[in-house]
């Protein structure tokens, strides 16, 4: 059953087109996952979709009475509000009384205890679990999730994937979690260079497709430009001799009619950077001797002794409020524990990516240039296109930067400063399907030491 079609939609921002002409259906039963590079309008698209959004030109068509509810990848919430009086914002008593248990299951599935909790002291991560819970609990049509794993540990992920497989709705979302996508969706719509394409299946179906259509294009680009070669030597061979000027004419006119298939143009690469070293440390890289660590009253760490070696690479698990940054933040230096030491050997040379990436003044190019004022700018644009900066988005303020864009240009940072100790904290959980994947690949052929926090299975299967 149809539930809802899109034709033609045009969105810009300013004189930047973002959408060009897409066009799409969604059925009872599609569980489409819409992928493509940050900056690309994959959010705004959902916005449009779910009608929190405008668009400038085309159609958008609904069956009558159509139910939609739309998680967003930062929720708002009202000060004052319990936590389940949020689950229900805006439902019916009846409908609260009828799915509060459900909600209260859901809530608890996602590490929520505290149903009366005011939202408002609720953490980011939290605020984005309670905004699921209402999504699941209330009734709707078509479910539109944008980033919903993020905050999730490995245990609320799993619960996740299994409920929205038994959905029986529509869905439509936003995951850079490329296993999520193969558990789920059965579509994909990517989204570049201002276009939507579908594809059938999920992501690892997805991309054969892609690849076969990226060949074919190119194959019948060729084709074309070759055929055109052959025209235009043919016109300058024969245009000035009179016995075949006719035949030349013919030709031209052919030439000028003909239509050459433009060659695929990808708005990705993947991205070719390594993490290097240029100071080999001391064996035993970094030693925690019967530390206790404690946070708001509750101790997370009691006299834990840790020996990092050289090369090694440690992954700090558990679930979520388990203390985990807490940790790796007594562990790089930036808090202190409670009682024991950590230190680091001699000749390490770390750095830290933290969870969130502050934000900062300046341009993209100045926060390189500013601290290497040797290089010239064509060293800084060339460092920067490694991320994946290039162009006029060297320029793009700080302050305007996506939460993807600020983690890529850290670690253009990181690159520089040769770190052979590298404390990572979720590193990928604003970073897009490609970038995740050249993340991956650096740190698996980084020889340095790694201690990690992450949720993301395809990261530490790449990190074996």
Known sequence: MLLLS?????????????????????????????????????????????????YDSGSITKIPHLVIHYLPQQPDMQAGNTVLQQVFLGASEELRQMKEYEAKSILTKLGISDFQQDVSTLSGGQKKRVAIASALATPCDLLILDEPTNHLDHHMVAWLEQTLQKFRGALLMITHDRYFLDAVCNRIFEIEDNTLTAYKGNYSAYLPQKEAAVALQQKQHDADMEKAAKLEDYIARNLVRASTTKMAQSRRKQLEKMEITEAPRTSHTDLKFRFTFDVTP??????????????????LVE?????????????????????KSTLLRVLDGKLRPQAGTVRLGAGAKPSVFEQQQLRRGGTVISTIWDKYPKFTELEVRSHLAKLNFRGEDVFKPCSALSGGELARLRFAEILLEKPNLLFLD???????????????????????????????????????
């Open 282 to 299: 001391y064996n035993e890289i970094l030693t925690a001797k019967n530390i206790s660590v404690t946070l708001g009253g509750k101790r």
């Open 303 to 323: 006299g834990l002794d840790l020996l990092v070696k050289r090369g090694e690479r440690l992954v700090i698990a558990g679930p979520n409020g388990a203390g």
């Open 6 to 54: 899109a034709e033609k939609i045009e969105k810009s921002y300013g004189i930047k087109p973002l959408l060009e002409g897409a066009s799409l259906y969604l059925s009872r039963g599609d569980k489409v996952g819409v992928v493509g590079l940050n900056g690309m309008g994959k959010s705004t698209l959902l916005k449009i979709i779910a009608g929190v959004e405008q």
């Open 426 to 464: 979720e590193p990928t959980n604003h970073l897009d399907i490609y970038t995740r994947e050249s993340l991956g690949a650096a740190l698996a052929s980084y020889e340095g030491t790694l201690v990690l926090v992450t949720h993301d299975r395809y990261l530490m299967n790449s990190l074996a």
